[in-house]
């Protein structure tokens, strides 16, 4: 079984926008072409059975992330966030250095 949470481009960059951390633009555009790609990939192959498009371009309706992940969830979520903080912080130096 696959999931996959489609979004709109629009909606990536706008959301994005609003982040403390940012992902720049051009990497988000170039992820997306990659996701989409490798979703059909996957599921032209054969190798899940099932799979199921979530569509994530309407706002949930939440006044920020600790209504939508609770009181008690939220703390773990920053902890995650943090832990993958470097990953984000660096995202896209590889390929700068490979000349894309």
């Not at 990659?34 to 054969?46: F, S």
Request: glycine share 10%; net charge negative; proline share 3%.
């Amino acid at each position: 079984m696959c999931v996959y949470v489609k979004v709109s481009l629009a909606t990536c960059l706008e959301r994005n926008a609003r982040r403390e951390r940012k992902v720049p633009p051009s990497e988000v555009a170039h992820y997306i072409d990659i996701l989409d790609g490798t979703v059909k990939d996957v599921v032209g192959t054969g190798v899940v059975d099932e799979y199921i498009v979530v569509h994530n371009n309407i706002e949930d309706g939440m006044g920020g992330d600790v209504e939508r992940f609770g009181e008690k969830l939220y703390p773990w979520v920053q902890r995650q966030s943090k832990t993958h903080g470097y990953f984000f912080d660096n995202w896209g130096l590889e390929d700068e250095q490979d000349g894309r």
